[in-house]
């Protein structure tokens, strides 16, 4: 049985993780008028990665915050101890991580500017696949045939959202072709985020560094590197590409002008920030009060709640081949995380001279994939 303060954790959780892929959508359909008068749709798809960076950011501010007031309670004599961490890293060692997340949540911004947000959140565990693929290849780990099945079943269910996004597209801002386009975006990025899941497991992990830290930094380096780069974005060209009226790879100036003449659209990029930051912490606390698992079930009943509000505000319509594709994916991570019985599938084992190689890896394999989704998902900027 859960505790009351598990169960909070957890509704908290589904609910700002669901927030902030809602709040995300809606401000791409909302519309403003710029600097030079005309009123166009919101399309920044890089100041709205900057504002969850910024999000991300605020994680390491209360971090330190809480860190500072432990150390003023302990200087009256207070001799309850709590465990920050290690405090004797370099915080560069989340510079490649953060470049990951920072070039990843850019492209699936793009993506969801093109694409429904149930198929963006449904798409999203493809990351399940390329990390497992990454990791043989790069941590040498050995996947049991159980968990190649659940990677199957995954990719099944990602093909059939694809599908069903070309067939019963409906959309009335974007054809078939640009919400296709929209969803191999987005699959492009949980490439990259599986190398960023691969690059903290083997540069990160081990490091005894507190998830809360970790995400901060993450954000401090996407929110500057990213924030640095708007700059040259603001000059460069990029024809129909482009969805601001100067027709430049991003026009920060004018989606800030856009978000301070419509206070919908500002409400929907605080929501944005506040929720990534909350979400983080809840995701976070979830993991160590619950499981990896826990959090992976419950990341499914967001992907529900999205679809539905997504449906009642007419964003898209009902598609059964969606339905079907959702089903297909759930059970797939569910086969590969080992919450569903598959008596017929015989484990493979990890072949002793890995064992050997990797002493500090002596566990099952799928147990460490299992690990290496719950780095991903601490250290995500999980949209």
């Not at 990719?155 to 974007?174: C, P």
């Not at 002008?257 to 419509?262: A, L």
């Not at 509000?309 to 964003?315: E, F």
Request: proline residues 3%; glycine residues 8%.
């Amino acid at each position: 049985m859960w505790t009351t303060y598990q169960l909070l954790l957890a509704i908290g959780m589904v609910i700002t993780g669901s927030i902030n892929t809602l709040a995300t959508k809606w401000a791409d359909k909302l519309s403003a008028v710029g600097p030079n008068g005309v009123y166009h749709q919101f399309d920044h798809p890089f100041l709205q990665a900057v504002g969850m960076f910024i999000g991300e950011f605020s994680c390491l501010i209360v971090f330190q915050l809480w860190r500072a007031y432990w150390k003023y309670k302990q200087s009256k004599g207070d001799t309850t101890e709590v465990n920050f961490g290690n405090q004797n890293f370099s915080p560069v060692l989340f510079l490649a991580p953060a470049a990951c997340d920072m070039t990843a949540t850019s492209l699936m911004y793009i993506g969801l500017n093109y694409t429904y947000a149930s198929s963006f959140q449904m798409l999203r565990g493809a990351i399940i696949v390329f990390t497992a693929l990454l990791s043989v290849a790069f941590l040498r780990r050995s996947i049991q045939r159980k968990a190649w099945f659940g990677i199957f079943l995954v990719v099944v269910g990602l093909a059939l959202v694809g599908i069903s996004d070309i067939v019963f597209s409906q959309d009335s801002t974007h054809g078939p072709n640009a919400i296709l386009t929209g969803d191999l975006i987005i699959l492009v990025a949980q490439i990259i985020q599986a190398v960023q899941v691969v690059v903290e497991e083997k540069f990160v992990n081990g490091k005894d560094i507190h998830p809360l830290q970790a995400v901060g930094w993450e954000g401090f380096f996407g929110m500057t590197i990213l924030g640095i780069l708007l700059i040259p974005m603001y000059y460069i060209p990029a024809g129909d590409f482009s969805g601001n009226p100067r027709g430049v790879l991003e026009d920060a100036l004018d989606g800030l002008y856009q978000i301070g003449q419509n206070g919908t659209l500002a409400l929907a990029q605080i929501g944005s920030i506040c929720s990534i930051a909350f979400f983080n912490f809840f995701g976070i606390s979830v993991t160590k009060e619950l499981s990896a698992t826990t959090r992976m079930v419950l990341d499914s009943i967001r992907t529900l709640i999205i679809w539905a509000v997504s449906l009642i505000a007419k964003w898209e319509n009902f598609q059964y081949l969606q339905v079907i594709g959702f089903l297909v994916l759930l059970c797939g991570t569910a086969v590969y995380n080992n919450l569903i019985p598959t008596p017929c599938i015989k484990s493979s084992t990890t072949p002793k001279a890995l064992v050997n190689e990797y002493d500090a890896d002596k566990v099952d394999e799928n147990t460490s994939l299992l690990h290496d989704q719950k780095i991903g998902n601490e250290f995500e900027d999980d949209i």
